[in-house]
């Protein structure tokens, strides 16, 4: 069995707890790699250990960190590697366990008790070709100028939706509803499911409102404004300017994100933690 781990850069607590999981992996006889960016911020690892991201080729991935830690991995590596995730973020949703958690939970994965739960992800066309990540939480397509909205029309399956003027489009998974589409006026969409959230980002007609649709949909979405540049966002990690005139499509991926869990409990978890951190 291999290990990699990655920890989230800006936090001190991560990058030690990172070493002592580090630590505790190597002394039980496990091969580890440990992240490159990780080790350029605390030089303790053997060198012989780190390799980048992109080349892990690994049983289980150990992320400290918060979602967006999370979120770096999924964009970066090249397999569908099962993911644990130890809080040491804000919100945490995609995360399994606490700091404090962090060695029985591992002794739990090495001994077998645990099991893989998967998650849809999005995949985006640009006119056509996919060029982009595929998305975990949302595809987001934006406003290229603050302060200007702009005009859009979508298409389900080839019928028009809706035609809006508003900051932007929110299309999100169910594992997404929790972060951007939420604080767009999104529905709490049990992960479990496998749907597709759409949500207008401050649209001007409020006849305007977020819907659902199967994972099986195929979202197309034309701006109208073609003196006008958008800005196409996934995840809140990558980011493109594209021309007026991109035809964008949105499908379910054929890919998913793996995590591994040790219960199946979605409630309270979820409401109970955007109850507390809200």
Do not use: W
């Amino acid at each position: 069995m291999k290990f990699g781990i990655v920890a989230r850069r800006d936090k001190k607590a991560a990058l030690k707890l990172a070493y002592r999981v580090y630590d505790f992996l190597k002394v039980s006889g496990y091969d580890v790699c440990v992240d490159g960016e990780t080790h350029s911020h605390l030089r303790e690892f053997e060198e012989a250990d780190v390799c980048p991201l992109e080349d892990f080729d690994v049983d289980f991935i150990i992320v400290i960190g918060g979602d967006g830690t999370i979120l770096r991995v999924e964009h970066r590596t090249k397999r569908e590697i099962p993911i644990l995730g130890i809080n040491m973020g804000t919100l945490g949703f995609l995360t399994e366990v606490e700091p404090h958690e962090a060695f029985f939970a591992l002794s739990k994965l090495i001994e077998g008790d645990y099991h893989i739960d998967e998650r849809i992800k999005l995949r985006t066309y640009l006119n056509g070709e996919n060029t982009v990540p595929d998305a975990l939480n949302e595809v987001a397509i934006l406003t290229g100028i603050p302060g200007k909205i702009i005009h859009l029309r979508y298409y389900i399956d080839g019928g028009l939706a809706d035609e809006i003027r508003a900051d932007g489009l929110i299309v999100s998974t169910p594992t997404g509803s929790t972060g951007y589409s939420m604080s767009a006026g999104g529905p709490f969409v049990d992960p479990r499911l496998d749907v597709i959230v759409i949500a207008p980002l401050a649209p001007i007609a409020l006849s305007s409102r977020p819907m659902i649709v199967p994972s099986y949909s195929t979202i197309d979405v034309r701006n109208l404004a073609l003196e006008r540049e958008i800005i196409l966002a996934i995840d809140g990690q990558f980011y493109t300017y594209l021309k007026p005139e991109t035809e964008i499509t949105i499908k379910l991926s054929p890919r998913r994100t793996k995590f591994v869990r040790f219960t199946d409990e979605v409630y309270p978890k979820y409401t109970v933690r955007l109850k507390n951190r809200f």
